[in-house]
């Protein structure tokens, strides 16, 4: 069992950063992909960024491009979302996910408690 622990949200002004942290326990991995959904209210939950585990590729929703970075710290097992010039429609729940592919295993999906990030005057 992997646990995600999540921290770093928080009230921010517009054009503020923040810095949010995901840290898995339990288990070392390779084959994974860690990264970000958000959930705005009466909205669903949208992709933000991921970041393979081994190769460090990364991948960007188009609406956080040139402002947001997702990195990883593997001996730390945690994956960070450092988010810059925040506008209010950037409020939401922020959930970290992380995806197991072992070799010839079955896939698992695992999901952080959610972290509240308000982005207001």
């Known amino acids: 069992q992997v646990e995600l622990v999540e921290s770093g949200g928080g009230l921010v002004q517009p054009g503020g950063s923040l810095r949010l942290s995901c840290s898995a326990s339990?288990?070392?991995?390779?084959?994974?992909?860690m990264g970000w959904f958000r959930q705005a209210p009466g909205k669903g939950r949208e992709f933000v960024a991921f970041?393979?585990?081994?190769?460090?590729?990364?991948s960007y929703a188009d609406s956080v491009k040139a402002r947001f970075t997702i990195s990883r710290d593997n001996a730390r097992n945690t994956v960070y979302l450092q988010m810059n010039n925040l506008k209010p429609e950037d409020t939401a729940v922020y959930y970290c996910k992380l995806t197991l592919r072992p070799p010839g295993a079955t896939t698992w999906d695992y999901w952080g408690q959610g972290t509240q990030v308000t982005v207001s005057s």
């Open positions: 970041i393979n585990w081994s190769d460090g590729m990364t």
């Open positions: 339990g288990r070392t991995f390779n084959h994974a992909d």
